[in-house]
């Protein structure tokens, strides 16, 4: 595409690149960072990525590629989303783990490692089911999948910046699991479940322009549990955050059942020709 004689795909092909060797510096960089400071990086490789995607690649001398009214590859983009946020899940697993190490594998620990990996396990079963199952279907039978498209990749970025906090309250229950629950602490074993409920939220709307009930349940109960977490240690608040997760894939796994949705998107606004 680069050395094309399209000119076209040739300078989106551009643009794309440029964006991407931006991304690439912080990706690259995290390699070798460690912890928070590689976590930090990849956030903001992922926010990079999607601002190019959102600003439709604007480039120095070339301006927007103006990608909007161009058909979609809807296979590919979901498996791009679906991509990133299986990193975001194996880097969640990988810090536990290295939170781990130093400690050996001391009975409280351990325990708070199971429910970390449990945590990541329930967002991986709400993410999937159904609407990241069917999301390519949606995006296709959209009338303008260029809307639905976007909505679904700031479904996964709230996602995303989900995952990436509910790791750091992964190292919080791991390093201290009968601690002191203080209000930062709540706020972050707490606000990462929120945060990808609220994307999954979004992802349900791309998907059936409706919102499942589980999910703002789901966040209330979050929300309602913030102010009373200092009464239990963080252990127990990660433990109480991920029956949480299991009482909404409980309850979206059985009303799937009983209530099964057809496809969806929302309408959007057909651009410009």
Known sequence: MLFGGN???????????????????PWLAGIFGGGEIRLALWTLAVLIDYAGGLLDFPTPRLGRAGLRGQPIAEEHLTERYRQVLIIAFGESILTSGVQLSPYGFERERMGALVVAFVITVLFWQIYYYRAGEILPAAIASSRVPAYVGDIASYA??????????????????????????????????????????????????????????????????????????????????????????????????????????????????????
């Open 156 to 273: 996964h970025l709230v996602m995303v910046i989900g995952v990436a906090v509910s790791a750091v309250g992964d190292k919080l229950i791991i390093s201290q699991p009968f601690g002191v629950t203080e209000p930062s602490r709540a706020l972050v074993i707490l606000g990462g479940p929120a945060l990808f409920l609220l994307g999954r939220s979004m992802l349900d709307y791309a998907a059936f322009s409706r919102v499942s009930w589980s999910r703002p349940i789901g966040l209330v109960v979050l929300a309602a549990l913030t102010p009373v977490a200092h009464l239990l240690p963080p252990l127990l608040v990660a433990v109480v955050a991920a029956l949480v997760l299991a009482g909404v894939a409980i309850s979206n796994a059985i009303s799937w059942r009983l209530y099964p949705r057809a496809i969806a998107p929302p309408p959007g606004v057909p651009p410009e020709r």
């Open 7 to 25: 000119s076209y795909p040739r300078q989106v092909s551009v643009r794309i690149v440029f964006w991407s060797c931006l991304s690439a510096v």
